[in-house]
């Protein structure tokens, strides 16, 4: 397949439904351009995504599986990817990588111990809540995003994580980087590149000094005692990923929730009327506006068939959540609307098999804490712009709202 043929993928990720609903008219997998011309295959249906995820001859790991990742090294223009595809941890291994690494994390993160947590999100929501009623005490637009959405996952993880505050706000900022992809200039990939040696070997240098009861202090410990289980790059990437993933992703699941229930007043009235429940508001959120929309990449190991199409090996594919969640061919006809009353918890939002998410139960748990106190707190709240206004956040891979004005009273 020339590049010619190829469908460039939109880095703004401006109108990623219509863009999933466009390649679909053109195949089961078809073959796209990520920025700067990075050749990949997108599966644009539900069945067609699953069956690749859960393929054993598809890995994540592009040192072993992607024949262009020796290319990517050497091409500037490519090298915004390696914030993606450069790292070592749980995200990017194939096999017994992929299994020692998880290990060391996943355990911290079983429903029981996310029940733990229950206390202290409900405590950070009360004060954010606080925090936005001052904000528009006097009938100021506010931002809930800014104000609320954003710092309560936030907030979380970096407790968990045992970041100080000085190194919140470039944590933020470097996470926002690596989820734009509307720059993806050698330049921006660079910056990206420093500042996780500053912010993230800033933060295992601080906690090296100042140890305290939390999961980077646990992880040092194990780099130190056991570096076969944990090396130096495989510290630094995995802080990366379980930080960055920790508050990005629920950040706009609670936004996407709290716009889509703005935008349909009668289901957010069927909600406070007991007619539907929050987790199926959460449900129907992540199917049609995940959090994720579309993830940088797996690579066919061998020839790997499905559906009618041929992905060579060492070929790289796109984890496109965000068409399998739209699919008329699975969901039916309105599979781009938004009707939490579906039930649609059949969704791959939180990923399926070995690779799938272990931070959903914290989501979840985030999500039906800071959602149902918001709207109890403030029953008027009401868009401050029509939803048409809102501008999506500059990435094919994230899928969120910049800013989201609303007024606390209507
Ligand atoms: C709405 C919130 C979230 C969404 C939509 C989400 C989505 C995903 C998806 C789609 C995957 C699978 C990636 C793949 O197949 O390659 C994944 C993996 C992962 N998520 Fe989440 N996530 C969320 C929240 C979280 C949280 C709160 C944490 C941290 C505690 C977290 C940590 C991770 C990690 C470490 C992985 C990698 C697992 C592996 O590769 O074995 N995520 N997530």
Redesign the pocket.
Known sequence: MTVSTRVAIDPFGADIVAESARLRSQGAVVPVELPGGIPAWAPTGYDTLKRL?LDPQVS?DPRKHWALFPKVLETPEWSWILGWVGVV???S?YGSD?TR??RL??PS?TARRTEAMRARVEAITAELLADVAEAGADGSVVDVKATFAHPL?MRM?CE?FGVPDHLHEATAALIAAIMDTSDPTPEHAAWVQEQIGAVLGGLIAYKAQNPGDDMTTELIRVRDEDGDRLGDEELLY?LL??IG???E??V??IGNAVVALLSHPEQLAAVRAGEVSWDQVIDEV?RVH???AS?PL?FAVTDVEVDGALIPAGDAIL?T?AAAGNDPAHYGETAATFDATRAADDH?????????????P???M??ITALPALFDRYPDLALAVEPGELKQVPSFIAYGWQEIPVRLHG
Do not use: D, Q
């Not at 990923?351 to 931070?359: D, K, L, M, T, W």
């Open positions: 995820i994540k941890n749980m995200l291994t992929h690494l998880r994390v996943a993160f996952p993880i968990l995995t990923l379980v993933a920790g508050f992703t629920t706009n699941l992540l995940p959090s994720i993830l797996r984890t959540y791959m939002a939180f990923g399926i098999g070995v690779h799938r998410c272990i931070g959903a914290l989501a979840r985030e999500a």
